[in-house]
């Protein structure tokens, strides 16, 4: 570029990024980082949507790893502090990774059961280590969620100059609770965390627990918190927290572990705080879980 006197951009160094996401190449994370890395070079300092897209090359190659050390580097105030993308990014990695980890795992232990011998120690170690990928996988996920829970409440009492209050979107919620899916096979304990955290977003009438919900103001739904924070001019359109499959994975998570009680706390949330969004849903699609949530609720109590 500067052979030829091109003055590049923000913009010319994040499609060059997503280009280097995209690529096949097995030096596309060391392009990615060498192009990162030299933006400054230009005299231009780096934004957190050229930040973001360096995060994407990671996430598409599966360095984890990396995208978490980038991830702890970032200052907490100031321009190019974490926005939604950049946890939605480090969300959506994390459970890839998880996935890929499930699918390995699978894939041993049918190998291993189809033999004709018995297990071996060396199938036996790695399976072990594979859950024990998961697991750590699976708390960095969580552990990641709090750290934005707690930033998003941060931004709103202690607003600082030149940081933008973050946002919340149904689809993040999402990523977080299909991982929580995808363990709770594996591990009820861990997948049974997505509960704490839909109590943390949507609220619910008795506390599911934790020291998350603890750390917001007022205990407040974390979703409500920041639609009542948002200002009300020059912010644009709000993202959407809540859709259908937000429902589905949490009523889907509440049959799992027979929580027929904090599935209708959840509904009752839902009517109390976020009126206007349920009624965009097709409430009708959830009837027949809710009224299968209220009959074992009347069971058990029988």
Request: aromatic share 6%.
């Amino acid at each position: 570029m500067r052979k030829r006197g091109f003055k590049p951009t923000h913009t010319t160094f994040t499609a060059l990024l997503k280009a280097c996401a995209l690529s096949d190449s097995d030096k596309s994370t060391q392009m990615a980082e060498h192009l990162y890395n030299s933006i400054a070079d230009f005299g231009i300092e780096p934004s957190i949507i050229n930040f973001n897209s360096l995060l994407s090359v990671y996430q598409r190659k599966h360095n984890i790893e990396q995208l978490l050390d980038r991830f702890n580097g970032l200052p907490r105030d100031g321009p190019t502090a974490p926005s939604l993308a950049t946890y939605t990014i480090l969300f959506s990695a994390c459970r890839r990774e998880i996935q890929r980890q499930l699918a390995e795992l699978e894939t041993v232990a049918a190998a291993s059961k189809s033999s004709q011998e018995r297990r071996s120690f060396g199938d036996s170690r790695r399976i072990a280590l594979i859950k024990t990928n998961i697991h750590s996988m699976f708390n960095a996920l969580i552990q990641s969620w709090h750290v934005y829970a707690a930033d998003a409440a941060r931004r709103i009492t202690e607003p600082a100059v030149d940081t933008q209050p973050l946002e919340l979107d149904a689809h993040m919620v999402k990523i977080v609770l299909k991982a929580c899916h995808a363990v709770y096979g594996e591990n009820r304990a861990l997948g049974r965390k997505g509960l704490g955290i839909v109590e943390q977003v949507y609220g619910l009438d008795k506390g599911l627990g934790g020291q998350a919900a603890e750390k917001l103001p007022r205990n407040e739904p974390l979703a409500l918190l920041l639609r009542q924070s948002r200002p009300d001019k020059g912010a644009g359109p709000a993202p959407p927290v809540l859709d259908d499959e937000v429902v589905d994975l949490v009523f889907g998570l509440c049959k799992r572990d027979r929580q027929s009680t904090k599935a209708l706390r959840f509904w009752k949330s839902l009517e109390q705080h976020f009126a206007a969004e349920l009624a965009s849903l097709k409430q009708q699609q959830h009837q027949p879980a809710l009224d299968e949530f209220r009959a074992r609720t009347t069971h058990s109590k029988s």
